[in-house]
């Protein structure tokens, strides 16, 4: 079976989650790998109430649909684009 990686929005970053078990929620997850990644120093200084706005504002999607904060991830890997 292929796989096809999702087309990244213009104007956005991307970052890949890589999981080994689901998760009840994205936003913790998330904003541990945004804190992690050295491409974007301004999304690695997040704060969780600036997350939080993001995920309000709609700015954050995956497979090109906006996700919401407590959306659980199933194992595997998940592309997620923060539109900027």
């Known amino acids: ?3 096809k990686t999702p087309e990244k ?3 956005s970053f991307r970052i890949t989650l890589e999981l080994e078990q689901s998760t009840p929620r994205l936003d913790t ?7 992690k990644q ?3 120093t301004e999304l690695k200084e997040i704060s969780k109430a600036h997350l939080k706005r993001l995920f309000t504002e709609k700015k954050i999607l995956i497979k090109g649909q906006s996700a919401k904060a407590k959306s659980s991830i199933n194992s ?9």
Do not use: R, S, W
């Not at 595997?76 to 900027?84: Q, S």
């Open 76 to 84: 595997g890997i998940t592309y997620i684009d923060i539109l900027l």
């Open 29 to 35: 997850v998330l904003l541990e790998a945004l804190h």
């Open 9 to 11: 929005p213009d104007n």
């Open 38 to 40: 050295t491409e974007n």
């Open 1 to 3: 079976m292929t796989f």
